[in-house]
């Protein structure tokens, strides 16, 4: 019997997802040999728990239902495991949330049919996971404006809807924020800048759809930097509609690196977020685990693939024994099943330097 274990928050995506999971439920329950096992969140912090739980009582496959903080919850509690037990699990999601960038960056399909299939019997592809200050996350970790939209927008009355949220609490947060003098040092190399934001993308977005660090793939074993200088506020807000489309890289005053190792030093305490929670505060540290969990989906078919295709054709040349990057993966798509080990994250110790990345 094929189990699946999903774990449910029932507030996700303003309540809608119990009725995306009851319709999903409806289609896997006429596959023959599946079983349907269902844990429901009853608070904040509960899918870790569970996602945690449900590993060491050997669920094989198991689903978070709902937003981005769920996959970030449940992502947290099987990185509390070893790596061998974490690499017997094949993790996924069911987009259920406001944002959904998760199952956007995995390329998740809407369709519950074709949802049905890949969750119950789809291929678990290495995932890379990034690390903030402790915490783990699978999208963007960001500092300075990104973070204080966050804030804001968790902040919002819940009957705003799915991306408009975001727009809004990013005009919010315009109306007020003042850029700041950072340090930043990507594996050894040091920048410093007055900037709008920094943005460390595992995946390529955040924010219900945008492309904060186009190009990012969250399994090539690096991160995708995007710092965002002293942009002027009329500047902001002509570049805030780019994003969407990754084209607001082109701007003059915005740089893309490439970089497993990142620490960011501020002039004052900045909010940090991570996968669009906030959770801690500046200075930061982050770190690539790669290859951390595997994860359901089809990971080379992000939603952003032709900015990701354009970007890749100026990637620096990489060493043989380096992971694959975009421009030299092979084919995406359902396939046999890349079995590498999940990786420690505290053994993986080479430091690199970082690499800019002419997008223009
Ligand atoms: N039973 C519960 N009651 C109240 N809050 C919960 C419960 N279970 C989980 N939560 C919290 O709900 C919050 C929102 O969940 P989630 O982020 O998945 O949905 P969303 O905000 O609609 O989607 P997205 O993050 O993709 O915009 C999470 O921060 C989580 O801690």
């Known amino acids: 019997m094929n189990e699946l274990l999903f774990v449910v928050n029932p507030v996700a995506g303003h309540g809608r997802s119990l009725r ?21 969140t009853r608070g904040p912090g509960h899918a870790r728990e569970l996602a945690e739980r449900a590993a060491l009582e050997g669920y094989g496959r198991i689903l978070a239902v709902g937003g981005d903080g769920t996959v970030h919850e449940a992502l947290n509690g099987l990185m509390a495991l070893s790596p061998a037990a974490r690499g017997r699990i094949a993790f996924g999601v069911v987009p259920a949330g406001s944002g959904n960038d998760f199952a956007r960056n995995t390329g998740i399909p809407r369709d519950p049919a074709a949802l049905a299939t ?59 924020y003042r850029n700041a003098a950072v340090r930043i040092v990507l594996d050894g190399e040091i920048l410093e800048r007055r900037v709008m934001l920094v943005a460390v993308g595992n995946g390529a977005g955040y924010g219900g759809g945008m492309r904060i660090c186009p190009g990012a793939r969250m399994d090539d074993g690096t991160f995708r930097v995007v710092v965002a200088g002293d942009l002027p506020k009329p500047s902001v807000l002509s570049l805030l509609p780019k994003v969407f489309s990754g084209r607001h890289v082109e701007h003059p005053l915005v740089e893309v690196y490439d970089a497993r190792h990142v620490r960011i030093e501020a002039e004052r305490p900045l909010a940090v977020q991570a996968d669009g929670e906030i959770v801690a505060a500046s200075p930061l540290s982050l770190e690539v685990v790669p290859s951390a969990v595997r994860v359901i989906g089809l990971l080379g078919r992000s939603s952003d693939a032709t900015t990701r295709d354009h970007a890749a054709t100026a990637w620096a040349p990489r060493s043989a024994d380096e992971p694959p990057t975009a421009g030299t993966s092979p084919a995406p798509g359902p396939g046999p099943v890349v079995e590498r080990p999940v990786a420690d994250p505290h053994q993986d110790g080479r430091v690199d330097t970082g690499r800019r990345v002419d997008i223009a």
């Open 118 to 176: 890949l969750l119950a019997s789809g291929p678990a592809s290495p995932m890379d996971v990034g690390v903030v200050n402790g915490h783990y996350f699978a999208n963007v970790a960001g500092v300075g404006f990104d973070a204080e939209v966050a804030r804001q927008a968790n902040r919002l009355p819940k009957f705003v809807p799915g991306a408009l949220t975001y727009v809004f609490a990013a005009l919010w947060t315009l109306s007020r």
């Open 20 to 40: 995306v999971f009851a319709r999903l439920r409806a289609v896997l329950e006429r596959v023959p040999g599946v079983r349907c096992v269902v844990w429901h």
